[in-house]
């Protein structure tokens, strides 16, 4: 049973446009998501994060929206550059439980010049 | 600072043997985490140690999988009898403990069960 998922497992964008992830999740407990991103041979660094009180919150490049009627996120890298390549993964988890993060399946994203 | 380290940075086994993992989580965090990314896969939550309280182990996938934390710190994932399934990146992380604290992640095991 995935309860966060990532439909798209790649994404190509060029250097300077928009790159869009997509993440849904069946858990209607689940209240706080994060996105990580992940380099090849390094463990996964954290990005943003969103709590289900805000439906978008914004960290220079980054944003990540929350529609929580769709049980929906995305993130948003304006302007995407070529060191944004990696693979993105989303999470989520509850308030009692803030430990444990459910995880989407990742999406890598490639940003060329 | 030293970020969290895990080792060894990659583990090659015969299936039916049983294999140790370590982790030294950062200084002063109490919280730790294990997770593990099978090929193609996100990463799956195993198990989870805050403090002194009793640890979330509702994700390790059989009782072959134990971990056990010392002294608060430094954590080992023990798993017996490796099966071909169990091939993975093993990835451990650790916080402050508190409420939605930012979880940072060593560089993982690769596990490889022949």
């Known amino acids: 049973d995935q309860q966060v998922k990532q439909n798209s497992p790649s994404l190509s964008v060029q250097e300077g446009r928009i790159s869009i992830l997509n993440c849904d999740y069946t858990?209607?407990?689940?209240?706080?998501f994060l996105w990580y991103k992940k380099y090849p041979a390094e463990g996964p660094t954290f990005l943003i994060s969103?709590?289900?009180?805000?439906d978008k919150n914004e960290d220079g490049r980054f944003t990540v929206f929350l529609n929580k009627s769709a049980k929906h996120l995305s993130l948003h890298i304006v302007p995407s550059q070529p060191g944004d390549s990696a693979v993105y993964f989303c999470?989520?988890?509850?308030?009692?439980?803030?430990?444990?993060?459910?995880f989407g399946q990742g999406t890598t994203l490639q940003v060329k010049p | 600072g030293a970020g969290v380290s895990q080792s060894p940075s990659n583990k090659v086994t015969e299936k039916g043997k049983d294999v140790e993992l370590r982790c030294d989580p950062i200084?002063?965090?109490?919280?730790l985490y294990w997770y593990r990314q099978s090929l193609g896969q996100g990463l799956e939550f195993l198990i989870y140690?805050?403090?002194?309280?009793?640890?979330?182990k509702s994700g390790l996938p059989s009782d072959r999988f134990s971990a056990e934390r010392t002294g608060g710190s430094v954590s080992t994932l023990t798993i017996q009898r490796t099966q071909q399934e169990d091939s993975a990146v093993y990835l451990c992380?650790?916080?402050?403990?508190?409420?939605?604290?930012?979880?940072?992640f060593g560089p993982g095991t690769r596990l490889l069960v022949l």
């Open positions: 969103i709590s289900s009180i805000k």
């Open positions: 999470a989520a988890s509850v308030s009692s439980n803030t430990g444990k993060l459910i």
């Open positions: 200084s002063g965090h109490t919280a």
């Open positions: 992380a650790s916080s402050l403990g508190r409420d939605h604290e930012t979880q940072y």
């Open positions: 140690f805050q403090g002194n309280s009793a640890p979330d």
């Open positions: 858990n209607s407990m689940f209240d706080y």
